[in-house]
């Protein structure tokens, strides 16, 4: 993950919108930022390019967006905080699960979340190696493994850092991957997914 430094550009938003109108403009900003980043990448990606597709002045956007890199920043703030009210739900179900029925409820949380859009969750996860995170963006990164982390210590699986940070890894690539070539039978993607997570992490799978 990029270090910020004096140098590198703030990746904070610049204000929240306070009125619907506002957060209309704001909407509408993120939304065709994430069809821009899509269709023509991180190199094709400028606020110009994105205020004109929004139907925004250049002005209008950095009313609320300083520059790129934090509007790329709010999109991965957006997409982690959802993953993570995901696998919270999941967690809280199963505080009193065996770890496989755990790690299939935090699976299928994960399918759910990155099924609505690959592309679009594909392009992020890129774009976010490249731009500092916002303050929140990068709490919300360190809170996905440490649910994580916490579902594994509760299960005594060992040098759960590295654990996390694997199946995250390993997960995601599989989930992406099948998701990008159109693939529609989640079951079967989640048994996949099981396979060689529960492999990994050397439990049976029930």
Known sequence: ????????PSANPRKK???ARAQATVDAILQAAAHILVGQGFEGFNTNVVAERAGAS????YQYFPNKEAIISEMVRAKRARLLNGLQAAEAAHQESELPEALAA??????????????????LDRAAALV?????????????????????????VADVE????????LCRGMID???????????ALQARVMRAASGYL???VT
């Open 202 to 204: 050397g439990i049976a």
């Open 177 to 187: 991957g099948a998701l990008l070539r159109g693939e529609t039978d989640t079951a």
């Open 162 to 169: 590295i654990a996390a940070l694997d199946l995250l890894s």
């Open 106 to 123: 935090l699976v299928a949380a994960t399918i759910a979340h990155q099924k609505g859009w690959p592309q679009l969750s594909q392009a």
């Open 17 to 19: 919108p306070r009125q």
């Open 132 to 156: 500092p995170l916002s303050v929140e963006g990068t709490a919300l990164t360190a809170a996905i493994l440490e649910l994580l982390q916490r579902v594994l210590r509760r299960h005594d």
């Open 1 to 8: 993950m990029p270090v910020k430094t004096s140098a590198q």
């Open 58 to 61: 250049v002005g209008s956007l």
